[in-house]
């Protein structure tokens, strides 16, 4: 197992396309991305059932820990401008 | 006003379902119709509207109004978020007064659609090329909108950092390759060009199942917009004045501009049902990219829980009377 | 008993496409309905069956037997549940019992649905106001259900602990504005209310295409309930027991109480089936929330992967048989 | 060749939607349509052609060309996944190679609805045992590629290590008890058995919004083949010529066959078609698990971006072109 | 990066609306909500696709350490009375 | 609180049923799959909405650390052989 910090972004569902081209700029080609959820924060409630959309996602990224600031760095101003979470923790990759 | 009116509005099953909706919401219901079905009925609605508008289209031809009605409903989607801006910029800041600006400038296709079927119970006849002036007026208030905000200095380029894009190309992809407005106008040419024999072997899907189909969407539509209206009451007196009497505005510009164009009593109907209402598909999925400093919180509210209900159980009926009363 | 009924009721469309279902569980197909179809196609037939009903009881109006048959529904509604927890808590614990009795003494659409296809096919006649029959026992027994538990000490009010809503508030909110109770009764008031020009307009959406819809529905509880079918092998003996013999006791009560009323062949068979059948939507749906000490392995199981395929294969040409022979 | 033939292949309205969607995928619209949509809509086709072609078969009874033709069809189904592999292999190792073989020597059901809607609109008949032919052709190539890809000391059985199952059990599983192979072929038996009865009292939902089903279903497989075109560019000369190039081989191969057999020009169109295309559904989903060596970025892309589009917008008026001509 | 509790709360789907009103009220706004999830536990199989619904869902939260305490304190109830999951986890969180 | 192992598997969805049933086997009932996810890795990008299907999923599962090595070493087979991404991380169990 080697060790990698493990990533969370959640954003509004549209904004996900561009998120991962940014992350693929990077050299991150990883990533799961968990969508239609509900959320709530600064911005108030998001649901996914209204008309006009609205849902968030969730983009998982596992990377090594030396490849974590530049993560950061480039998704920052997206949650700056677009509101969002990052949440970052560690654990270990099953190497298989 | 003639109460038969009202009634035979209200006595719409679509407008009863919407009710319906309502209804749960307010009991607490645990009904919900989860995504993607209310995604499935509004694409429904919009291809089958669509493509019905274009085989009217294909057999009425372009002839006699249709290019002035249609020069004027562009005309309409780019004044009307001019003049709303005007005003809501008194009590707004620049990006909130330009997103309720571009909702009200554009429209609610379901609205249009429920006009539709309000004139199909009073069997008034309209033409298939108000579609097209729908499909027009969807788009222009979201570049008009944007515009606003920009120059007030706010509406950061969706791409600001982002050397992914330029922002403008981004917007107009936004506004005139938005799903909806792809597939309303898609369908609408698709039905003008397979005519006939195309109105034909759709006619089960487009126009049997259609009033079925409206009736689930309003279901859903009448939960969602029960659930906002909570949230109106947060909005303050201002918007919610707005919300009601800005549609009774544009709704008399449109009659009066309906009047001059020399449409029939549909039509009439239908451009100012386009002119009174305000969109919270297109518009708001655009702005959530393009304008994220307006709170969706007041103009999808806005739209959805106060314009909307307002058009569909008031508006439509007091419209058509006052058509009815100025035509005849 | 005639054969033919068997065959009649075997070779339907939607029957066969239960089938389908259970062989694709039997041969490990991947095959799958993923949510929110399997939602969509219940919203729709609750819908449908609903506005044909309520459009049916405005042609036929409230005379004859009408308001007799309402009140035997809510009557069996709440009689089912009290004679089977009697016999149930003689070998569960309060809670599923009551949870199994609350199952059996609400109804399945579906059931209603199938026996109403058989009886068009075999080409009898019913009413319209067995829909309002059906609307009216989905609730009682789940109130009943939830304070036989509650007397028996369990049945902890949903809200213990939590100061968020009086606990039978809840109750009759889950009761009564149950999703699916809603839709059911809200498209029967919607039918009554708008008549022969709202029947017309969404005939072919109610009508037209039910049949198919009601196969694509099937299809799923038939994959649905096969997957419950091995659990029910470790329920023992009892539960099984029960969720064959009931269904046949209340079928019986059940023509005994249309023949009493005088209903017609077709009425009294959507009389039996109501009575006969268990619910697997709407009572699951509240149970889960109001009495969660209960097992939903057992009192789901029990109608979805016996009582259900039960009734529905074999149950109604019985029933039909009986009527036939009783009735002549 | 008649140019009127592409034309009218062309006006059709679901290859306008089709072409809509690829137009939305081109223009970066937000246009979706998410999951379980397709799926649904998938369903739904399957479900009506089955029965559709079941309802005919019951009423054409097997005489004549059927035995025959159901037996070439197997033939074919097994014949052009070997040539194919003798080809393939000289470029692309055993894996994928196998894996594209498999893809070609199987069907694709939406191609063989737009022959059929083809056919329809020319006014040439064809007959409801051609649906049997290609329930038949969907999965023996799936044995087949992957007999070829063991032989190739490829393909791990599915579970090597673990001792769930056999490995042979699960790919016999995988081919014929795939869901849409069971949906396809349990609703053809279900027309058959259920005969006139049933076709009539399914008419509206399988016939009556066909049409219109189909068009949604298109639009998505616009924008889905329209997002692959991107990565056929990657896949070099090779897969690219044969994606075009072997269609056009088996269609001719088809054309000889169903002169052979004497069909009439709507049933070779039809077998011609089943010949010529290529599997996006039950194979791929039946590889991923039982090959997962082979690359679905290469098989996928090739049928899906490439075979697809070619024949739906250029193979069927030009098979047809060559049929009329033979024929006459 | 500023250090945050994960929490991660496995329930039925029709507990949501309470927890999220209970988390409200002990002035927790943040939550993402990952909804139509399969599930196993001690109360057998949860499925999402039955007739009656059924299904779970997941509630993320991301708390300061300091309310960590309150939270469990509200969420563990429900939990006894309906079944569940509840994991706790270390997390930073990207300021923005 | 228990300390737990909190280990996330993504795969394809075809394959949840057996890796399920591998997991049963090591007498492990308690699971949460999280479906229709989005993703990308060295397979390439999947995604949910094509007409073969074709999308991730993500089994979640909160061992004792004695169990992990055990679900590791079934899990990681079918990992080597189809691909996919197992994390494993620490988290603690409210208990209830
Ligand atoms: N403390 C939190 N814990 C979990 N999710 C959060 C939290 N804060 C925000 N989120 C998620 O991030 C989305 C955007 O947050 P915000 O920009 O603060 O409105 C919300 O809709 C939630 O889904
Ligand atoms: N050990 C576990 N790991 C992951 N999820 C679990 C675990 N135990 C329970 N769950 C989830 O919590 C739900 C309720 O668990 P239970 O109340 O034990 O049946 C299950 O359906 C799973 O989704
Ligand atoms: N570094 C990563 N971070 C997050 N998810 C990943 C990562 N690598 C792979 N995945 C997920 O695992 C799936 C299979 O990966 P692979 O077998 O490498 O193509 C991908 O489709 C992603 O959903
Ligand atoms: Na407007
Ligand atoms: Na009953
Ligand atoms: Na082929």
Known sequence: MEPVKRIEIVVDSPEVPELLQILRREGIGGYTVFGHLRGGGDRGERRDDEPSGGGNACILVAVPAAKLQRVIEVVRPVLKRRGGMCLVGDAHWVVH | ?328
Chains 1, 5, 6 share one sequence.
């Not at chain 2, 379901?110 to 004139?119: C, D, G, K, M, Y």
């Not at chain 2, 409206?214 to 279901?219: H, V």
């Not at chain 2, 009659?255 to 449409?263: F, K, R, S, V």
Request: net charge neutral; charged share 10%; with cysteine.
């Open chain 2, 1 to 328: 006003m003639d109460l038969s009116l009202i009634a035979s509005n209200l006595l719409n099953p679509p407008v009863l379902f919407f009710a319906l909706g309502a209804l749960a919401h307010f009991l607490r219901s645990d009904l919900e119709i989860p995504q993607p079905l209310p995604k499935f009925f509004s694409l429904y609605l919009l291809l089958a509207i669509g493509f019905k508008g274009g085989s009217e289209l294909h057999e009425s031809g372009l002839g006699g109004p249709v290019l002035g009605t249609l020069g004027a409903a562009v005309g309409m989607a780019a004044f009307v978020p001019l003049w709303t801006y005007a005003i809501l910029r008194r009590r707004l800041d620049a990006a909130n007064a330009a997103a309720v600006a571009a909702t009200y400038g554009s429209i609610s296709a379901v609205t249009f659609i429920a006009a539709s079927a309000f004139l199909a119970q009073l069997g008034v006849a309209s033409s298939g090329y108000m579609v097209a002036a729908m499909a027009l007026m969807e788009s222009p208030a979201i570049i008009i909108g944007i515009t606003l905000a920009r120059r007030a200095g706010g509406g950061t380029p969706r791409t600001a950092g982002m050397p992914v894009d330029g922002g403008w190309s981004h917007l107009l992809r936004d506004a005139f390759a938005n799903g909806s407005v792809l597939v309303l106008s898609g369908a609408l040419l698709i039905g003008y060009a397979t005519g006939s024999s195309g109105k034909e072997a759709l006619a089960p899907f487009t126009d049997g199942i259609f009033r079925g189909m409206l009736c689930l969407f309003l279901l859903d539509m009448g939960l969602v917009s029960a659930r906002r209206v909570g949230s109106s009451r947060e909005l303050g007196l201002f918007p919610v004045a707005f919300a009601v009497l800005v549609p009774l505005a544009n709704a008399a510009l449109g009659i009066a501009i309906a009047l001059w164009l020399g449409l029939g009593q549909g039509d009439a109907l239908l451009f100012t049902a386009l002119c009174a209402s305000a969109s919270y598909i297109a518009v708001p999925a655009a702005l959530r990219l393009a304008l994220p400093e307006a709170n969706p919180g007041l103009y999808v509210t806005m739209a959805l829980a106060l314009t909307f209900p307002f058009n569909i159980v008031v508006g439509l009926p007091l419209y058509m009377a006052a058509i009815q009363r100025i035509w005849s």
